[in-house]
């Protein structure tokens, strides 16, 4: 069944008694004006295509696009239109799509009113084109950069600015590379899907971040409509029986999508840097700010029927599980009937890492005490109590495996994601972990460590490594690290 009363809003009540619910108080106070779930009926769309980045270069080994970073008008909520921040116009941005080997050449021009910088997330690219301030002076209003780099990883990554990202992501500047292999197993249908969400007031327009509440400073930005590919209630069509994969990425500031497929599994074939070795069926995923996930849905059930991929609640520290569950996609079950092929058992060999050099240990804390623009007090983020940009840099060597521990001192979960490498997680929570999968960006549980193998093979340079929380990362969050021949 399709509930009608539960989009968009974020800000309904809890099962827990009144008085514990302070955060969730605080989150209902800072969207006073915002849109609630009351006065807006949902309007089911089908689930859009991304907007295609076009090829401009004949050469089949060339892969080059224009990206303009500007101003425009989009429609989150129908009839509302909302001024974003966007790549070429859209909301997502264009969809580049090549193949291993590839060289993705990129003419970007800012006509942003500010300095902006492009950085591709989880792409294996030099360092002089990662788009971090350490290797990068920003682009100004105005400016132009060619951004060049050879694709060399089969997978789904993204793109987004790494100045201001907090402001800037949250307005609209993020885009998918989608990265095909030569010898990747065939999995049938498959869609691109976005996950998003946004603050927005009722007339439409993005809730100023000096508006959000003292709540979102510490949690980060956790928006009251949710998106897919851009806008709310969005709705697949299939068959009885047929099977889609959904290649997804979540781009939200702060907000944790934690799917479930009312109770049917969902089998997840692929993570960050690509494929799983082997299949895993799961009735629950995570899918934390800055992840991919590569999963395949199984449409059982009647022409007529509506499925729901739910986003459940999830607590992540200071009283954040209190939203309902709502879908971010339906999938409606049309006539006719389709039979899925098999899941291949084995899908690819992901090597081990061992031998680790080096082992480091990074802790993540928080305090009061910075300052905002409107007087209050924020709190600060830090790792190995520096906060960026006052910090001492990690030096390593060229072709070093280290094992990084993760100590996450504070209340809350953080995503933490290391650029230009991808990393084995090998325990989480003391537990050991059994399945290897190449990733390049993970959740830390509040109150708890995770350890993981890198390897830093031939990218020499300055690397950024931050939790993915995009308020946290821009409030000390963030460090850096430095390969060296
Ligand atoms: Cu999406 Cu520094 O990263
Ligand atoms: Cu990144
Ligand atoms: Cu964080």
Known sequence: MVRTDEMPGGSRPSRRPPLLNLAGLAFTLALVGACSPSNS???????????????????????????????????????????????????????????VGDELLVHFRNELPEPTTIHWHGLRVPAAMDGTVAMQQPIPSGGSFEY???????????????VRSD????????????????????????????????????????????????????????????????????VLDLKPGERVRLRVVNTANARYFNLTFGGRPMTLVGVDGGLLERPRQLERILLTPGERIDV???????????????????????????EQQRPVLRLKLLEG?????????????????????????????????????????????????????????????????????????????????????????????GVTETERAWKDTVNVRGKSNLKFLVRFDDHPGTWMYHCHILEHAERGMMGELVVGP
């Open 41 to 99: 009926k949902p309007t089911p769309r089908a689930l859009p295509e991304l907007a295609r980045a076009e090829d401009l270069n004949p050469d089949p080994k060339i892969f080059e696009v224009n990206l303009v970073a500007q101003v425009a008008g989009v429609e989150y909520l129908p009839g509302k239109p909302t001024k974003a921040w966007t790549y070429n116009g859209t909301v997502p941005g264009p969809l580049v799509e090549a193949r």
């Open 148 to 162: 060049r780099f050879v694709l060399k990883d089969a997978g789904l990554y993204w793109f987004h600015p790494h």
């Open 167 to 234: 402001e800037q992501v949250e307005r609209g500047l993020y885009g998918v590379i989608l990265v095909r292999g030569d010898s990747e197993p065939e999995l049938g249908a498959e869609r691109v899907l976005v996950l998003d969400d946004v603050l927005l007031n009722s007339d439409g327009s993005l809730v100023d971040s000096s508006q959000m509440g003292s709540m979102m400073e510490m949690t980060g930005r956790q928006g009251n409509v949710l998106l897919a590919n851009g806008v709310p209630d969005a």
């Open 296 to 322: 395949l849905l199984q449409a059982n059930g009647q022409a007529g029927e509506v499925l729901e991929l739910m986003n459940a609640p999830y607590e992540r520290g200071h009283d954040t599980g209190f």
């Open 337 to 429: 009937s389709a039979v899925a092929t098999e899941v291949p058992a084995s899908l690819r060999q992901v090597p081990p890492l061992s031998g680790p050099t080096q082992l480091r240990r990074f802790v993540l804390t928080e305090e009061m005490g910075g300052h905002a623009g409107h007087g209050s007090m924020v709190p600060i983020f830090k790792i190995n109590g520096e906060a960026f940009p006052n910090i001492t840099s990690v030096q390593s060597t060229l072709n070093a495996v280290e094992e990084w521990e993760i100590v996450n001192d504070t209340e809350m979960d953080h995503p933490f994601h290391l650029h230009g490498f991808f990393f084995q997680v090998t325990s989480a929570g």
